[in-house]
């Protein structure tokens, strides 16, 4: 794993479904979001006003439950790439057994911001991702 970005955070009320647990939908939520993150905390603003990149293809495996005010790690990290899409890896952990919660991986697609096109993984992005 490269280039680990880590945050971490925990379960509120508002994360939970009917089941007191954290409900599917807010994992995809938390991936986008730790996406988001990693990638504002390195590019440079000029890159950033030009390019913005969408999910196509999120796959989750969920291993075990959060629950409430559980205290959660999560990390994510880039790996391979096609001409105009990059893999995303995510990890979630409970800090207090260690215990992984989920192993996903999401494909982004990189689009021009004004034409919003596919566009091509060009050097000065892939220097930014590796």
Same mark, same amino acid.
């Given at each position: 794993?490269?280039?680990? %970005?880590?945050? @971490? %955070?925990?379960?509120?009320?508002?994360?939970?479904?009917?089941?007191?647990?954290?409900?599917?939908?807010? &994992?995809?939520?938390?991936?986008?979001?730790?996406?988001?993150?990693?990638?504002? @905390?390195?590019?440079?603003?000029?890159?950033?006003?030009?390019?913005?990149?969408?999910?196509?293809?999120?796959?989750?495996?969920?291993?075990?439950?959060? %629950?409430?005010?559980?205290?959660?790690?999560?990390?994510?990290?880039?790996?391979?790439?096609?001409?105009?899409?990059?893999?995303?890896? &995510?990890?979630?952990?409970?800090?207090?057994?260690?215990?992984?919660?989920?192993?996903?991986?999401?494909?982004?697609?990189?689009?021009?911001?004004?034409?919003?096109?596919?566009?091509?993984?060009?050097?000065?992005?892939?220097?930014?991702?590796?």
């Amino acid at each position: 794993m490269k280039n680990i %970005f880590e945050i @971490s %955070f925990t379960v509120l009320p508002e994360h939970l479904d009917a089941l007191q647990h954290v409900n599917n939908v807010v &994992y995809v939520q938390w991936m986008q979001d730790i996406a988001t993150k990693h990638w504002t @905390s390195f590019v440079l603003p000029e890159l950033d006003e030009k390019i913005l990149w969408v999910a196509r293809r999120h796959e989750i495996d969920y291993l075990s439950q959060a %629950f409430l005010n559980d205290e959660l790690i999560m990390k994510t990290w880039t790996d391979d790439h096609s001409a105009v899409s990059w893999d995303r890896h &995510y990890e979630i952990i409970r800090k207090a057994d260690n215990r992984k919660i989920i192993t996903a991986k999401s494909v982004w697609v990189l689009l021009d911001k004004k034409t919003f096109k596919p566009k091509r993984i060009d050097e000065e992005i892939l220097n930014v991702l590796k």
